[in-house]
């Protein structure tokens, strides 16, 4: 499998990396994306919880007690159970958001899938999003999945991020760009 050098290079990337082998190695990549999905969940939720985990004061063995009961009440399996343990032992457990992010990634790509994003204005009905996902298709030659967010900011249109490139069609940008043209003129 042939990942890409930002994700291999990153601190993030190298434990979702381990961790993406060991799933692969066990046949359990599936359970532990999903456990990951939750974790992630949970981090959105929680401010609480992001902040423990950014807490350099948190001792490696009360990190250790809280990724284990969050393993418990999230019914993790036992890998990603292990994993959180390294993590807390390591003392990398705030690192954790983006080794999700990172495994995601390097799931997507085995199963030759594109990761990409967007954000509305508004939610986005089933069947906007399965058109979009289907002309993102046709636009990379390959499977999309797409994650989809609420941004009030935006005003109207979509923000579509795909890898490092970023489809801007926004009303806010349409804006910012008028009004810059307007102070130039």
Do not use: C, W
Request: charged content about 25%.
């Amino acid at each position: 499998m042939e990942l890409s050098a930002g994700i291999q290079a990153s601190l993030a990337g190298r434990y979702a990396s381990a961790l993406f082998e060991l799933a692969s190695e066990a046949g359990t990549v599936t359970a532990v994306e999903s456990d990951l999905e939750r974790l992630d969940a949970a981090l959105s939720e929680s401010h609480e919880l992001r902040a423990l985990i950014r807490n350099p004061e948190i001792s490696r063995s009360q990190i250790a007690s809280v990724m284990s009961g969050i393993g418990d009440h999230l019914g993790l399996s036992d890998l990603t159970r292990n994993f959180l343990g390294v993590l807390a032992d390591n003392r990398r457990v705030s690192a954790l958001p983006g080794m999700i992010r990172a495994f995601a990634t390097i799931a997507a790509a085995q199963r030759g899938e594109v990761q990409a994003e967007v954000a509305s204005a508004h939610a986005l009905t089933d069947e906007q999003i399965a058109t979009l996902e289907t002309k993102l298709r046709a636009r990379e030659g390959r499977t999309v999945k797409l994650k989809s967010r609420v941004d009030p900011h935006l005003l109207g249109g979509l923000v579509v991020t795909i890898g490092s490139q970023r489809i801007d069609s926004s009303i806010r940008t349409r804006l910012n760009s008028l009004a810059q043209a307007m102070k130039t003129a």
